[in-house]
């Protein structure tokens, strides 16, 4: 089992920069495959981005490509936020999966194991 712990989120600016962690607890997080997911009021669950077991492949949805990086160690999974904007306040969620790969199918919540309970963006303008 796997334990997932987010935090960093807060009120921000648009244009903003701002740093979630996911702390992972439990078994070794080394050989896991990780990903955030955000929802905002209203909307569906949505992929935001991933990486594999070794931090080294990652995928990232249209939305946030260029703008957000996702980076992993042996504790935690993170996600960089850089040019934030009203589009992106929502809840993020991260996730984490034994399978260590990404595959096909990567965007789609059923296949990641492990939920944390996820933090908190808002952007005020």
């Known amino acids: 089992q796997v334990a997932l712990a987010e935090s960093g989120g807060r009120m921000v600016q648009a244009g903003d920069s701002l740093k979630l962690s996911c702390v992972a607890s439990?078994?070794?997080?080394?050989?896991?495959?990780a990903a955030w997911f955000r929802q905002a009021p209203g909307k569906e669950r949505e992929f935001v981005a991933a990486?594999?077991?070794?931090?080294?492949v990652t995928y990232y949805s249209e939305d946030v490509k260029g703008r957000f990086t996702i980076s992993k160690d042996n504790s935690g999974v993170y996600l960089h936020m850089n040019s934030i904007g009203p589009e992106d306040a929502a809840v993020y969620v991260c996730a984490a999966k034994t399978d260590g790969t990404l595959g096909r199918e990567l965007t789609t919540a059923r296949i990641w194991n492990y939920w944390g309970l996820g933090t908190q963006v808002i952007v005020s303008s």
């Open positions: 990486i594999n077991w070794g931090g080294v």
């Open positions: 439990g078994r070794s997080f080394s050989s896991h495959a």
